[in-house]
């Protein structure tokens, strides 16, 4: 699935767009600077983005199409900044004030915009195609991770993925632990246990030259986790080798194993170690 950045490239190739940013923001506000939606003249009722929902979005998006008809028509299109107070007259009790930019676009912005907006990318390591391993990269497709994802087995990766996933067959599937960008995070949920048992060994050995992976997660349960410590154990890996995994994966509370389930839980942990990390 197409992330909203590759969607507003996509369209703007085609013909004019109306993106709105914000600009600038005072208190309490639905999203940040640099937040963005955008409308097409072609499609004048799908919205790429958001700017946070509610009353606030409706009106840029009806300014939005406004500008898109004046420039269509060669006439004037106002102000390009437009101050927003989040109060009664929007129906909105945030308090603060949005300050939001609109500028109407075409083909020969793609490259500059692209540049513009593309985000500051999490690299994230996925070991496994596996059922569990596909819904975690539905889950991430619209957040900022770059995924490289890898798997021992022929023709596994699914067709129509964004850019920001890059797959790799590895046979030994260990052997792509040498490749890895510093400062990874890695998961780890291959289809074969003792495909998992040889990944988290490499890993481990890496950690003890490098120590350059932040996180190292391991699906599975408690369980299978004693069952590899011993394993590890026996391989000569110590309490300060084993202390670099985590096993179970997911934020706690969250139990269910369906795939879908699972992919959220350890989507919000990785965020939550973005933002502890940043």
Not at 132 to 161: Q, T, Y
Not at 212 to 228: E, H, N, Q, R, V
Not at 260 to 267: C, F, K, L
Request: glycine content about 10%; charged content about 20%.
């Amino acid at each position: 699935m197409p992330t909203p950045l590759e969607q507003l490239l996509a369209a703007m190739r085609v013909g004019p767009v109306c993106l709105v940013t914000v600009d600038k923001v005072q208190g309490s506000t639905p999203r940040e600077q640099g937040a963005w939606m955008a409308i097409a003249l072609a499609a004048p009722g799908e919205l790429i983005g958001s700017i946070g929902g509610g009353h606030l979005e409706w009106q840029a998006m009806h300014e939005a199409h406004e500008r898109l008809k004046a420039c269509a028509a060669d006439a004037g299109v106002g102000e390009p900044v437009l101050r927003k107070a989040l109060g009664p007259s929007l129906g909105q009790c945030c308090g603060g004030v949005v300050f939001l930019r609109f500028e109407c676009l075409g083909p020969r912005d793609v490259q500059a915009v692209r540049q513009r907006l593309a985000p500051d990318l999490h690299r994230l390591v996925l070991f496994g195609g596996g059922h569990v391993g596909r819904a975690l990269v539905r889950v991430l497709a619209p957040l900022p991770f770059a995924i490289h994802w890898v798997d021992s087995r022929d023709e596994i990766f699914p067709a129509g993925l964004s850019s920001k996933v890059q797959c790799e067959h590895s046979a030994p599937v260990q052997s792509a632990v040498a490749d890895i960008a510093p400062g990874s995070m890695v998961l780890i949920m291959s289809f074969s246990h003792a495909e998992d048992l040889d990944i988290v060994a490499e890993l481990l050995k890496r950690q003890r030259k490098q120590a350059d992976l932040p996180f190292i997660g391991l699906i599975g349960s408690k369980t299978k986790w004693a069952t590899f410590r011993h394993r590890l154990e026996a391989r000569g890996y110590g309490e300060n080798d084993l202390a670099h995994i985590t096993c179970p994966i997911g934020v706690p509370g969250v139990n269910g194993k369906d795939p879908e389930v699972i992919a959220v839980a350890v989507a919000a942990q990785l965020l939550m170690r973005v933002a502890d990390a940043g």
